[in-house]
């Protein structure tokens, strides 16, 4: 069965304290790994697709890599309204079923 | 371009009570896929359609229904509620079902009591 874990569950950073989130992950042939940000109360947002270890991805303070085994989100000089739960999802198997870890909550202070 | 809506966006329903909630995908999309939240679940799969069939499901009761029709919106109807079915019901789009990106809507908050 597939497995994703998520750590830390939280992390709490000073503006412009750099900083990493770990997602691993267990999956029979890998599709793609996502990676959304959700705000309370709302659906999550999607943030990047990785299809295949050694690739990354950036949009703005966000870079996204990926290994055989784990993925990481880094974050760059973060600003208190990157605040959200990080969600890490993996995709394997037949069809689009989205397997998620539990989340990082990140919480940034000025 | 619009994206994924769902309504209602918040339900209160009593125990035994039966509930449909309803998904229009981005336009162009062709699967929904359907997640519940909870604090203690995280995010759990329930089902995907694609061009009206259900392609997979979730380790969930038969209380738990879904369809798709031919313009690609889609329903979930939960039968019998229980206090255990109050959560975040997410509806997901996506232009295929193979390694492509799911976008959310923003939900529907159900609260049975």
């Known amino acids: 069965e597939d497995q994703v874990t998520q750590s830390p569950e939280a992390l709490r950073l000073q503006e412009g304290e750099s900083s990493s989130l770990n997602c691993s992950y267990t999956?029979?042939?890998?599709?793609?790994l996502f990676w959304y940000r959700q705000d309370p109360g709302k659906g999550p947002e999607f943030l990047f697709t990785l299809y295949s270890a050694g690739e990354e991805k950036e949009k703005e303070r966000l870079k996204a890599t990926l290994t055989k085994k784990e993925s990481f989100l880094h974050i760059t000089a973060p600003k208190p309204e990157d605040s959200a739960t990080y969600l890490c999802a993996v995709q394997g198997g037949r069809g689009g079923k989205l397997q998620f870890g539990a989340g990082t909550q990140v919480v940034v202070t000025p | 371009k619009a994206g994924v809506t769902q309504t209602p966006r918040y339900l209160i329903k009593t125990r035994g009570q039966q509930v449909t909630l309803s998904c229009s995908p981005i336009?162009?999309?062709?699967?929904v896929s359907w997640y519940q939240q909870t604090p203690g679940q995280g995010l759990q799969f329930l089902f995907e359609?694609?061009?009206?069939?259900?392609?997979n499901k979730g380790n969930f009761p038969g209380r738990f229904s879904g369809r798709q029709f031919s313009n690609s919106r889609s329903e979930m109807n939960v039968s019998t509620l229980e206090l255990g079915d109050s959560a975040l019901y997410l509806c997901?789009?996506?232009?295929?079902?193979?390694?492509?990106?799911?976008?959310f809507g923003p939900g529907t908050r159900l609260t049975v009591l």
């Open positions: 999956v029979s042939g890998l599709r793609g």
């Open positions: 997901a789009s996506s232009r295929t079902l193979d390694k492509d990106t799911q976008y």
């Open positions: 359609y694609f061009s009206e069939t259900q392609r």
């Open positions: 336009s162009g999309h062709r699967s």
